[in-house]
C-alpha cells in the first residue's frame, strides 16, 4: 500500500514509521520545514523510546520518506491519515479543527484516483462527514471514501502501542475502504489484533469515550487517595484490592499530582462540549474536568505544608517535569500548574527533567534548569518528584540527603517505600499512604 501521513508529529510520526515497518510505502509530510529538514538529516525531533532505530531502518530501505510537497504525496497515495493537532480552542475547550480541515481542502485538490482519507486525529463526532463534504466540494470528480481510525497509543511507549494495540478501529461502513484499511493493518492479524469496523460516528466517538474512562478512573483512584489520607488506609493496597477484580482492573489505579498531557484533559473538555452542544450532557465528565484541575493546583499546598507554612525564600528542587515519563512532551504537564504557583509563594526552584527540559525552557519562566537530579538538591529546602522517571528511583539517597539542607521531600508519585524514607531521616509525604 503506498500511503501519504499529513502531520508528522507524536502521533504521525509513529504512525508513518510503523506503517513502513509492516512494509508499506510511506510519505510523512509536515507544513514545518525544519522539522522535515531534521529528519531527512536522520534527526529525530521529538523523544520516542525506539522511533530513531525505526526510522533509520526504513529510511535505508526506502520505505519510509519525508517531505513538504503535499500534492504529490496524496496524489501517490492508496490511504492519507490525517494526523494533524486538534488542541483545545482557546475560550471554549471544543476541539480545533482548523488543521484537520485545512489538511482536507489541501488533499482534496491533490486525489488522483480511487483513494482512502483517514482521520487519525482525535476528532470530535460529525467531523469526519464534515471533510467529506469538504473534498467533495473542493473535488466534486474525486474517488475517495472518508474512515475514522482513532489512534490509541501512549507517549513513551508509541511503538509497542501501535505495533501490538489491544484493537484497531475502523470507522467505515464501505466495502472498498475496509478492504484497504484490512490490507493496511494485515501484519497485525499474525497477532490476532481485532479489526473493530464501526460507523465513522461510532469510531468518533470511541476514542474520546476511551479517554474519558481512563480520565476518570485516574480522578477516581486520586480522591480514593485523598480519602485515605484522611482515615489512615493505604491507597495502594485499595488500588491493588480493587484491580484484582477482573471487572474494574489493575490499570491506571495510580494516584498522582492529577492527569495532563496531550490528550487527557482537552479530549474530556472536547467530549464534553460535544455532549452539552448535543444536548446529552456528561455531568461524569464535567466533574472529572472540574476535580482535575483544582487537583493539580492543590499540589502546591502539600510542598507549602511540608516546608511548615510557608515558601517564603526557600530553594525547592524539582525532579521531572513532564506530563509523565519517556516522553519530553510538555503539553498540560502538571509541572506547569505546580511551579508557577510554588514561585508565586515565594519559592525560587531549580528543576531537572532528563528529556523535557528543552520544551520547558519555553514554558517556565524564572526557573533555574539544571543538568543532573543532584545539581538540584544542592542547599535545597524541599524536593519535589513530579514525573516518575526511572532515574529517580535509583537516586543515591544518602547522597540526596547530604546535599539538601533540608530532608524534606513531597514525592507526588510514591516512588519511595515510606518506612525507608523516614528511617533515612526524610521528613516525606507522598500521596494516599499512611507516613
Ligand atoms: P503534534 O502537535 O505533535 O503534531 C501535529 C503535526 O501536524 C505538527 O508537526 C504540525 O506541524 C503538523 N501540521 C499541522 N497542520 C498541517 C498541515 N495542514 N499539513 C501538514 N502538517 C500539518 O500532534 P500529536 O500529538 O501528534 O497529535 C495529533 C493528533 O493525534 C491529535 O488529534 C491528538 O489528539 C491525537 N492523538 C495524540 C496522541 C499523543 O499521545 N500525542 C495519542 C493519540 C491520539
Given at each position: 500500500m503506498r500511503i501519504a501521513v499529513i502531520g508528522t508529529g507524536y502521533v504521525g510520526l509513529v504512525s508513518g514509521t510503523c506503517f513502513s515497518e509492516f512494509g508499506h510505502d510511506v510519505i510523512c509530510i509536515d507544513t514545518d520545514e525544519t522539522k522535515i529538514a531534521r529528519l531527512n538529516k536522520g534527526e529525530v525531533?521529538?523523544?520516542?523510546?525506539?522511533?530513531?532505530?525505526?526510522?533509520?531502518k526504513n529510511s535505508r530501505s526506502g520505505y519510509l520518506k519525508f517531505g513538504t510537497d503535499l500534492e504529490t504525496a496524496v496524489s501517490n497515495a492508496d490511504a492519507v491519515f490525517i494526523a494533524v493537532g486538534t488542541p483545545s480552542r482557546r475560550g471554549d475547550g471544543q476541539a480545533d479543527l482548523s488543521y484537520v480541515y485545512s489538511a482536507a481542502t489541501e488533499i482534496a485538490a491533490a486525489l488522483t484516483g480511487y483513494t482512502v482519507v483517514v482521520?487519525?486525529?482525535?476528532?470530535?463526532v460529525g467531523t469526519g462527514r464534515e471533510v467529506a463534504r469538504i473534498l467533495r466540494e473542493a473535488n466534486p470528480e474525486a474517488d475517495f471514501d472518508v474512515v475514522s481510525n482513532p489512534e490509541f497509543l501512549r507517549e513513551g511507549a508509541a511503538i509497542e502501542d501501535f505495533m501490538r494495540p489491544d484493537r484497531v478501529i475502523v470507522g467505515t461502513l464501505e466495502p472498498r475502504a475496509q478492504e484497504v484499511m484490512s490490507a493496511i493493518y494485515r501484519p497485525l492479524s499474525l497477532f490476532q489484533t481485532p479489526l473493530v469496523f464501526t460507523s465513522l460516528e461510532s469510531a468518533e466517538l470511541t476514542k474520546y469515550a476511551g479517554n474519558a474512562f481512563l480520565a476518570t478512573k485516574i480522578t477516581f483512584i486520586n480522591e480514593i487517595a485523598d480519602l485515605c489520607e484522611k482515615v489512615g488506609a493505604d491507597v495502594h493496597d485499595v488500588a491493588r484490592g480493587i484491580g484484582?477484580?477482573?471487572r474494574i482492573g489493575a490499570k491506571f489505579l495510580h494516584p498522582g499530582p492529577g492527569f495532563g498531557g496531550s490528550c487527557f484533559p482537552k479530549d474530556t473538555r472536547a467530549l464534553f462540549e460535544?455532549?452539552?452542544?448535543?444536548?446529552a450532557p456528561l455531568q461524569i465528565v464535567e466533574t472529572v474536568i472540574g476535580i482535575n484541575e483544582k487537583r493539580k493546583k492543590a499540589m502546591a499546598t502539600r510542598v507549602i505544608d511540608a516546608c511548615d507554612g510557608s515558601l517564603t525564600d526557600k530553594r525547592i528542587a524539582v525532579l521531572g517535569l513532564t506530563f509523565k515519563p519517556n516522553t519530553d512532551d510538555m503539553r498540560e504537564s502538571p509541572s506547569l500548574d505546580i511551579l508557577p504557583e510554588l514561585i508565586r509563594r515565594g519559592a525560587t526552584i531549580r528543576a531537572y527533567d532528563p528529556e523535557g527540559m528543552s520544551e520547558a525552557r519555553k514554558l517556565l519562566e524564572e526557573?533555574?534548569?539544571c543538568d543532573s537530579s543532584y545539581a538540584t538538591l544542592e542547599e535545597a529546602d524541599a524536593l519535589v518528584l513530579i514525573t516518575e522517571w526511572n532515574e529517580f528511583r535509583a537516586l543515591d539517597l544518602d547522597r540526596v540527603k547530604s546535599l539538601m539542607k533540608t530532608p524534606v521531600i513531597v514525592d507526588l508519585r510514591n516512588i519511595y517505600d515510606p518506612h525507608d524514607m523516614?528511617?533515612?531521616?526524610f521528613a516525606y509525604s507522598s500521596i494516599g499512604r499512611p507516613q
Open positions: 525531533p521529538i523523544f520516542e523510546p525506539g522511533l530513531q532505530a525505526m526510522i533509520e482521520t487519525k486525529s482525535t476528532v470530535p484484582l477484580d477482573r460535544t455532549s452539552m452542544a448535543a444536548e526557573v533555574e534548569f523516614t528511617a533515612k531521616g
